[in-house]
């Protein structure tokens, strides 16, 4: 069994990343997917109620023998209620899904925390934990650098930041130490940086020949180690022993396959890696539409 890989579903639910040439996965492929998972004790799943019909997919295939994170949407400008908001949210997750409770709940959007909803909702979190609905309350950022903030306001029992060769800002900043000396568990994503670091140097879109340099640089280093990029993200990964899941998107049944192989190679680390950037506009997806 592998404990840290944690399949990550929103291609189930949207034609998602840069690399994704295939589209939304359909329900079939989908259920070879989670069947494949399920057999070779990948035991996590990750989704969202942004995820499109990630989550009813989900629940159509059957996912009651898996720890499931999901994560709440965004809480409107103009909300009455936020504990009506909550209720309807989170059962309608859970219904969903067709379970009774979740391994953890997140926040999808930092500023639900920061800004005047956030007391509100934190206690709306604790109840459902205290009430063993959930497990662990989480939450997902973009930037490690909201972590002093964040962690001022509510100490939660899990975080999920990107982590990949590219994005090492949750090491620079100190909190991949920090996180685990306050019992919180850490969760990293965008592995592949949304797909691009996976793709082919001449199929990059024209939409980062600004960042041509910095990707040709991490396709020289894996052609000059003889290694494709697809195994560098995945051992640099697995290189950390204080991250607890490591999240991953698959666009196939073929490419998880190659995924779950490349996670059992032991004692293979990354040596002499060191082609970070801390160009925010190339390491954070969600500012892509700038491009």
């Known amino acids: 069994m592998n404990s840290k890989l944690t399949l990550g579903t929103v291609q189930f639910g949207l034609d998602y990343g840069v690399a994704n040439k295939s589209g939304k996965i359909d329900f079939l492929d989908a259920k070879k997917i989670i069947d494949f998972a399920k057999k070779n004790g990948i035991s996590t799943l990750d989704t969202a109620s942004a995820y499109g019909k990630s989550e009813k997919l989900l629940g159509e295939i059957g996912i009651q023998d898996f ?9 409107p400008n103009e909300i009455k209620s936020v504990d009506e908001w909550f209720e309807e949210n989170f059962y309608k997750s859970l219904e969903r899904l067709k379970i009774n409770s979740l ?18 909702l934190i206690k709306l979190l604790e109840k459902a934990k205290e009430d063993l609905l959930i ?4 939450i997902s950022i973009y930037s490690p650098y909201d972590l002093d903030s964040i962690l001022n306001i ?23 130490d920090r996180l ?4 919180i568990d850490i969760h990293i ?12 140097y001449k199929d990059i879109p024209s939409k980062f020949n600004n960042f041509k340099h910095k990707l040709k640089e991490w396709h020289q280093w894996n052609d000059q180690n003889k290694i494709k990029p697809l195994e560098t993200c995945i051992r640099f990964a697995n290189s950390f022993d204080n991250v607890s899941k490591i999240i991953f998107g698959v666009d196939s049944l073929s490419q998880l396959s190659e995924i779950y192989k ?28 700038s491009l």
């Not at 939660?156 to 909190?175: H, K, M, Y």
């Not at 685990?180 to 019992?183: A, D, T, V, Y």
């Not at 797909?195 to 082919?200: D, F, N, R, V």
């Open 189 to 200: 994503r965008s592995i592949f940086l949304q797909g691009l670091l996976l793709m082919p």
């Open 154 to 176: 509510y100490n939660f029992d899990v975080i999920q930041a990107p982590l990949n060769p590219l994005d090492t800002r949750l090491i620079e900043s100190g909190w991949m």
């Open 103 to 120: 391994s953890t709940l997140m926040v999808h959007n930092v500023s639900d925390i920061l800004h005047e909803h956030g007391s509100a």
């Open 67 to 75: 720890e499931i994170i999901t994560k709440l949407p965004k809480i």
């Open 135 to 138: 497990n662990k309350v989480g």
């Open 262 to 289: 490349l996670s059992k190679v032991k004692n293979k680390k990354i040596q002499d890696l060191d082609i970070a950037t801390n160009d925010d506009i190339l390491i954070d997806p969600s500012r892509w539409s």
């Open 180 to 183: 685990p000396q306050k019992n």
